[in-house]
Structures are given as C-alpha cells and as structure tokens.
C-alpha cells in the first residue's frame, strides 16, 4: 500500500511557482521520498527523490520537514506542460527487497493560463 | 538510447484468447518492472526482476498473468486466458543498480479485451 497522502487536485496560475504537498507520517528512517510526474497517457517521469535534506534539479525543488513527515514539491515556474498526475513516493533504500516502487493516487495538477 | 520500448502499443483482442506484452529494457539495467494501469485502480506493480530473476510477483493478479525474462534484454508479460476486466495500459520500467533509483518507463501497451 501506498505509504502517501496527496491532494487529489490541484491548480495554479502560469507562471507562478506550483507548491504540491505530500503527508508520509510513516516514513522510515532509512527511506527516501520521491516523486514522479505522469502526463496524459505516457509513461510516469522521475523528476526529483530526497532522504533528508532539500534537494534541487532543473525540474523541481523537494523541500523536505526536519522530521520527514511531509514533504513539498516545487516546480518554481509553472508552465501548461507541467500539466499532469504528480505522484509522491516512499521507497526503501536502493538495491534492497524494499526498493519497489509503489503509487498511489497522486495529484492531478492543473495549469490555467 | 532509445529508452525502454514496448510492443504492442495497442491491442485488441477478444475474451479467451492470449495476450503476450514485450518490454525491451534499456541496455545496462539490471531491474525490469511491470505496471497495469486502469481509471480504478491507478498504477499497480504486477512484477519486478532483477537480474532476470524474479524478485517479487505479488501484485501479480492471479494464475492467468505470467511474466519472463529469459535474457537481460527482453521481458514478456502473458496473459492466457484474458478477460474484459484485464483491459488496462500495461507499462514496464527499467532501472539500474546503483544510480539514483530512477525508474524509466516504456510508452506502455494499452489492451483491450472485448
């Protein structure tokens, strides 16, 4: 099961920086969080994982709390192709029989013009 | 690279007859993964390899659905006999030990079973 809780919708401006949030109260010490992005009909993207500290790419930035029980995604200039199902995961360190990667519902981002 | 490829894209087929998916993964990843997706239930793992070994087929529905990898470059998912209800996008992944964990996935098959 999912170790995840995300909005179900979401929507933003163009232009302006897209906050989405991810409850994951459960979350081990030893697992990292990660996220994807699935535009209709395509296969899921990686955009962006973490374990403790923020991360940041050319994609997105992942700010995750002290304690690591939520974590937020930032796409920092929200285009209309970033339009899609954002997913947040939980997944157990790499290489190890917990390394599967499971999905939940995820976040149905929408970007008005 | 041509990132991991699937065929068929589409198929139609009627209730009874088999249905075999392909997944060539991308060259060098050792981990190869099945996904079902369908508007009720979202994104399933059915299966996942490594090494060509399967690792964990729980999400595996049931008898009917079988899936292989005889070699580090091609995987099958097989379904004997199939049904309406198994009517859904079929997409593998491929990853590779060692990197950020990345999985990289295929357009997928989308099948219908009438």
């Known amino acids: 099961d999912a170790k995840t809780t995300q909005p179900p919708s979401m929507d933003c401006a163009e232009g302006r920086a897209a906050n989405l949030p991810c409850n994951h109260s459960t979350i081990s010490g030893n697992e990292y969080v990660y996220w994807y992005r699935q535009i209709h009909s395509q296969g899921p993207q990686y955009i962006i994982h973490g374990l403790k500290n923020n991360e940041t790419n050319e994609m997105a930035s992942l700010i995750i709390t002290e304690d690591r029980k939520s974590s937020t995604l930032i796409l920092p200039h929200a285009t209309l192709r970033d339009t899609a199902v954002y997913y947040c995961i939980v997944r157990g360190p790499r290489d190890s029989s917990a390394s599967k990667i499971i999905f939940g519902s995820g976040t149905r981002l929408s970007i008005r013009p | 690279d041509a990132g991991v490829i699937q065929s068929p894209r589409h198929e139609v087929t009627e209730m009874g007859q088999e249905v075999t998916l392909r997944c060539k993964p991308i060259?060098?990843?050792?981990?190869l993964f099945w996904y079902r997706q369908t508007m009720m239930r979202g994104l399933e793992l059915l299966i996942y390899f490594n090494n060509n070994v399967p690792i964990d087929d729980s999400g595996m529905p049931e008898d009917r659905f079988s899936a292989k990898m005889p070699n580090a470059s091609f995987s099958t998912l097989k379904i004997q006999p199939s049904e309406p209800r198994d009517s859904a996008v079929y997409f593998c992944?491929?990853?590779?030990?060692?990197?950020?964990?990345?999985?990289?996935f295929g357009e997928g098959s989308r099948l219908t079973v009438l």
């Open positions: 992944a491929s990853s590779l030990k060692g990197s950020t964990g990345e999985l990289f």
């Open positions: 060259s060098g990843h050792d981990y």
